[in-house]
């Protein structure tokens, strides 16, 4: 029996490649493997970065909201006490036009006191 060696050559050159290729397909598929496990944990680091983003961003505009409201509610009592020494001095300084007394000036005198300084 005759040794062809062309035909041999041939099927050797052919399953070499083959199995190059097969051993490349696995490579392939192995690296993708490796980057869909680093992409997944890649996303899970930013979904985890972006909620404590947002929570954070949640605590700044409520500690924002609740100075807001401390704010109003303080410029609301100022408003107040302001109307409340205006009116007081407003009163007494019609009382003393109406009745000259030193009573009456002695109030006046003190309530537009504190409405100036106010």
Do not use: P
Not at 23 to 36: G, H, P
Not at 67 to 74: A, D, G, I, L, V
């Amino acid at each position: 029996m005759e040794i062809n060696y062309i035909k041999l050559g041939m099927t050797i050159f052919i399953a070499i490649t083959f199995s190059e290729l097969i051993v490349n397909r696995i490579e392939i598929a192995l690296v993708n493997k490796s980057f869909k496990e680093v992409n997944f944990n890649i996303n899970k680091e930013l979904e985890k970065s972006n909620r404590k983003y947002e929570n954070s961003l949640k605590n700044i505009q409520m500690q924002k909201t609740i100075e807001f409201k401390k704010r109003k509610k303080e410029n609301e009592r100022i408003k107040s006490i302001r109307t409340t020494n205006d009116e007081t001095c407003n009163f007494w300084s019609e009382e003393y036009s109406k009745v000259k007394s030193d009573y009456n000036k002695v109030m006046k005198n003190s309530a537009c006191s504190r409405a100036r300084n106010d």
